[in-house]
T-cell receptor, first 115, second 112 residues
Framework: AQKITQTQPGMFVQEKEAVTLDCTYD???????LFWYKQPSSGEMIFLIY??????QNATEGRYSLNFQKARKSANLVISASQLGDSAMYFC????????????FGKGTRLSVIA | DAGVTQSPTHLIKTRGQHVTLRCSPI?????VSWYQQVLGQGPQFIFQ???????GRGNFPDRFSARQFPNYSSELNVNALLLGDSALYLC???????????FGQGTRLTVV
């Protein structure tokens, strides 16, 4: 079974600063994908970034980057130059890539960006 | 291009009633999954359909059922509603069951 752990219920960051949201995962399957989603108060889950277990480079998408440390089973999200609009819930998720397996989510981290 | 659309956006039902939630995936996406998100938690997997066949079922009672239509849209049905079924129900679509999933805005169900 897969498990995602997000240990930070809430985080604060000053506008224009960088912030790291922690995520650790557990799986015995060697082929998996790691995802980060943003959920504003409207409820929609917005896909941010993806990292495959065999990818050699850390994924980056604009201001988002994923700090993937396979040996430590961690997949932290780094948001650079925070903006007020980044205030939201952030969820880390994973999926085993063999077969049609569902996403397994963590409990999320609430990020608040302060002006 | 339209994203994943869900209807209705909000719903209030009484205990014991049944409810049908609807989802239209992104055009070309053949996989649809349903998730339940209760307040303060991450989404929990309910069902996945791919090419109109059920490919996975989460740990939910038989009161929950779903189906996928030839146009790949999907319905989630919940019978004999309980107060604990109050949640945000999210639908996600993807090209295949293994690709990244794109979510709709959800249906917020309140059972009173």
């Amino acid at each position: 079974a897969q498990k995602i752990t997000q240990t930070q219920p809430g985080m604060f960051v000053q506008e224009k600063e960088a912030v790291t949201l922690d995520c650790t995962y557990d799986t015995s399957d060697p082929s998996y994908g790691l995802f980060w989603y943003k959920q504003p108060s409207s409820g929609e889950m917005i896909f941010l970034i993806y990292q495959g277990s065999y990818d050699q480079q850390n994924a980056t998408e604009g201001r988002y980057s994923l700090n993937f440390q396979k040996a430590r089973k961690s997949a932290n999200l780094v948001i650079s130059a925070s903006q007020l609009g980044d205030s939201a819930m952030y969820f880390c998720a994973m999926r085993v890539l063999s077969g049609n397996t569902p996403l397994v989510f963590g409990k999320g981290t609430r990020l608040s960006v302060i002006a | 291009d339209a994203g994943v659309t869900q209807s209705p956006t909000h719903l209030i039902k009484t205990r014991g009633q049944h409810v049908t939630l609807r989802c239209s995936p992104i055009s070309g996406h053949k996989s649809v999954s349903w998730y339940q998100q209760v307040l303060g938690q991450g989404p929990q997997f309910i069902f996945q359909y791919y090419e109109k066949e059920e490919r996975g079922r989460g740990n939910f009672p038989d009161r929950f059922s779903a189906r996928q239509f030839p146009n790949y849209s999907s319905e989630l049905n919940v019978n004999a509603l309980l107060l604990g079924d109050s949640a945000l129900y999210l639908c996600a679509s993807s090209l295949t069951g293994e690709a990244e999933a794109f979510f709709g805005q959800g249906t917020r169900l309140t059972v009173v």
